[in-house]
């Protein structure tokens, strides 16, 4: 080993600064570059607002999430959430890191075989199945989460007239101690309706029962309703055993861990609270290791975790457009990214911040979008520092749900680029233009 250089020690001193009401220091934080990059020199490029991925970051929590996993469960299988973003870049990404794809609309189906996802590895889940998209999904051999019994007698009737065997699994809902429950997907389990689904399926000469799904909510606090919900799919696995000697192939405990984003209402920061990957995975495996099933029979692991494997990768670029005050002398700030292309801003406090130094002094800012429209507000109430029209800020954790649920209302939708990870950057969905509306629209 190489000697270390000698250093000369130096006493620095400790600007810890003025304890926030959290107790962390009250200091601003400041993000002038994403992966190197300059934000300036982002904007400069590829316009404002600006929506920005990293492929660094990507890669880097999907080792961290599959290392939580793999190091206690011998077979484990992620499915990418495809509508927690679906830009094909983005996609390509975690297929690339041996992700499935997990769908829920005959359109993300259709997505996923495009971009060349072989058909058994797509997990289609979803209340809105057609006898079309059945057909697309028995053809392609992906497995199916059927979500009601609607759905059950559709399949049965598809199967038969295509004369092929369907592959299929339950969606269940369940108490988990998380309320309200989402008992509108799937079959519940308390009521044994989950129990009588099995049944009607292992009785159906065209359906093949090979596994066993849940997706209990989402941003989930409480690692310990991951165990709950493991133990009641171990219950029905063995029960499937029991009854029919029939070993399922998959228990998929769904998506819903979360991310370091804080909700409204939160009184710590997201990011001092989640559980980590870690913590999930841990609960979730010793339910399923301590069980009753065998250990050479254990099924695999699948999970669909979305938000908590990208929020952290997206950041939205955004210029200041205005600083007043209300009529009350609040301090009123307008930007130029609303909630057009932030839908997540609706339940997190999402952190905004500047990209340049700025002055030490804060008050208490709303921050608004820039929409003709009174419910465009991204922040009502924080603690923001003076900045200048035309100084660009940066919003962080909105990899999750914001380009797929985002809206076209009064202005375009903008560019949204990759850094990639030896730091060049590409366009990755091209800024809307008039142009994007005229192929779509009538004349008249
Ligand atoms: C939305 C969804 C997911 C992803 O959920 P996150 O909370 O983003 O992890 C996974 N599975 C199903 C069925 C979903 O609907």
Same mark, same amino acid.
């Given at each position: 080993?190489?000697?270390?250089?000698?250093?000369?020690?130096?006493?620095?001193?400790?600007?810890?600064?003025?304890?926030?009401?959290?107790?962390?220091?009250?200091?601003?934080?400041?993000?002038?570059?994403?992966?190197?990059?300059?934000?300036?020199?982002?904007?400069?490029?590829?316009?404002?607002?600006?929506?920005?991925?990293?492929?660094?970051?990507?890669?880097?929590?999907?080792?961290?999430?599959?290392?939580? @996993?793999?190091?206690?469960?011998?077979?484990?299988?992620?499915?990418?959430?495809?509508?927690?973003?679906?830009?094909?870049?983005?996609?390509?990404?975690?297929?690339?890191?041996?992700? /499935?794809?997990?769908?829920?609309?005959?359109?993300?189906?259709?997505?996923?075989?495009?971009?060349?996802?072989?058909?058994?590895?797509?997990?289609?889940?979803?209340?809105?199945?057609?006898?079309?998209?059945?057909?697309?999904?028995?053809?392609?051999? #992906?497995?199916?989460?059927?979500?009601?019994?609607?759905?059950?007698?559709?399949?049965?009737?598809?199967?038969?007239?295509?004369?092929?065997?369907?592959?299929?699994?339950?969606?269940?809902?369940?108490?988990?101690?998380?309320?309200?429950?989402?008992?509108? @997907?799937?079959?519940?389990?308390?009521?044994?309706?989950?129990?009588?689904?099995?049944?009607?399926?292992?009785?159906?000469?065209?359906?093949?029962?090979?596994?066993?799904?849940?997706?209990?909510?989402?941003?989930?606090?409480?690692?310990?309703?991951?165990?709950? #919900?493991?133990?009641?799919?171990?219950?029905?696995?063995?029960?499937?055993?029991?009854? @029919?000697?029939?070993?399922?192939?998959?228990?998929?405990?769904?998506?819903?861990?979360?991310?370091?984003?804080?909700?409204?209402?939160?009184?710590?920061?997201?990011?001092?609270?989640?559980?980590?990957?870690?913590?999930?995975?841990?609960?979730?495996?010793?339910?399923?290791?301590?069980?009753?099933?065998?250990?050479?029979?254990?099924?695999?692991?699948?999970?669909?975790?979305?938000?908590?494997?990208?929020?952290?990768?997206?950041?939205?670029?955004?210029?200041?457009?205005?600083?007043?005050?209300?009529?009350?002398?609040?301090?009123?700030?307008?930007?130029?990214?609303?909630?057009?292309?932030?839908?997540?801003?609706?339940?997190?406090?999402?952190?905004?911040?500047?990209?340049?130094?700025?002055?030490?002094?804060?008050?208490?800012?709303?921050?608004?979008?820039?929409?003709?429209?009174?419910?465009?507000?991204?922040?009502?109430?924080?603690?923001?520092?003076?900045?200048?029209?035309?100084?660009?800020?940066?919003?962080?954790?909105?990899?999750?749900?914001?380009?797929?649920? /985002?809206?076209?209302?009064?202005?375009?939708?903008?560019?949204?680029?990759?850094?990639?990870?030896?730091?060049?950057?590409?366009?990755?969905?091209?800024?809307?233009?008039?142009?994007?509306?005229?192929?779509?629209?009538?004349?008249?």
């Amino acid at each position: 080993m190489e000697k270390l250089k000698y250093e000369k020690p130096v006493i620095s001193k400790i600007t810890a600064g003025v304890p926030s009401k959290f107790g962390l220091p009250a200091k601003q934080k400041i993000i002038s570059e994403i992966d190197g990059t300059k934000v300036s020199d982002l904007i400069e490029e590829y316009g404002s607002p600006l929506f920005v991925f990293s492929e660094k970051t990507i890669r880097n929590t999907v080792a961290e999430a599959r290392r939580a @996993f793999e190091t206690r469960y011998p077979k484990v299988q992620f499915a990418w959430s495809y509508k927690t973003n679906y830009l094909n870049a983005v996609v390509n990404i975690f297929h690339d890191e041996g992700s /499935w794809a997990e769908v829920v609309s005959g359109f993300e189906f259709e997505k996923a075989l495009a971009l060349g996802v072989n058909g058994s590895h797509i997990l289609f889940n979803g209340p809105e199945k057609s006898a079309k998209d059945l057909e697309l999904a028995i053809n392609n051999n #992906a497995c199916i989460h059927i979500d009601h019994f609607d759905e059950l007698y559709l399949l049965i009737e598809t199967a038969r007239k295509l004369n092929k065997k369907a592959r299929v699994a339950i969606r269940v809902n369940m108490d988990t101690g998380i309320y309200p429950m989402w008992d509108r @997907f799937g079959f519940n389990y308390e009521n044994g309706e989950a129990w009588n689904a099995i049944n009607r399926i292992m009785l159906a000469d065209k359906l093949e029962l090979i596994g066993l799904h849940t997706h209990i909510g989402t941003y989930i606090m409480a690692a310990s309703a991951y165990a709950i #919900a493991a133990t009641k799919l171990a219950n029905l696995f063995m029960a499937t055993h029991r009854k @029919f000697n029939h070993w399922l192939k998959y228990i998929d405990l769904g998506g819903g861990f979360a991310s370091k984003n804080t909700l409204k209402g939160a009184y710590m920061p997201g990011a001092e609270t989640c559980p980590s990957f870690d913590e999930y995975a841990e609960a979730i495996t010793n339910a399923l290791i301590s069980s009753e099933i065998p250990h050479e029979n254990l099924p695999a692991l699948f999970l669909e975790t979305g938000r908590a494997l990208i929020d952290d990768a997206g950041y939205l670029l955004t210029t200041v457009l205005a600083n007043k005050r209300s009529s009350t002398g609040r301090r009123n700030m307008v930007i130029d990214a609303g909630v057009n292309l932030l839908f997540t801003s609706f339940w997190y406090n999402l952190g905004i911040h500047p990209s340049q130094p700025t002055s030490e002094y804060m008050e208490e800012t709303t921050i608004y979008g820039p929409l003709c429209m009174n419910i465009d507000v991204i922040r009502d109430a924080i603690n923001f520092p003076h900045v200048k029209t035309g100084d660009q800020l940066v919003i962080e954790r909105v990899g999750a749900y914001n380009v797929t649920q /985002w809206m076209q209302f009064i202005t375009y939708r903008p560019n949204v680029i990759m850094i990639d990870s030896n730091g060049k950057t590409r366009i990755i969905k091209k800024k809307e233009s008039l142009e994007t509306f005229k192929n779509s629209e009538a004349k008249d």
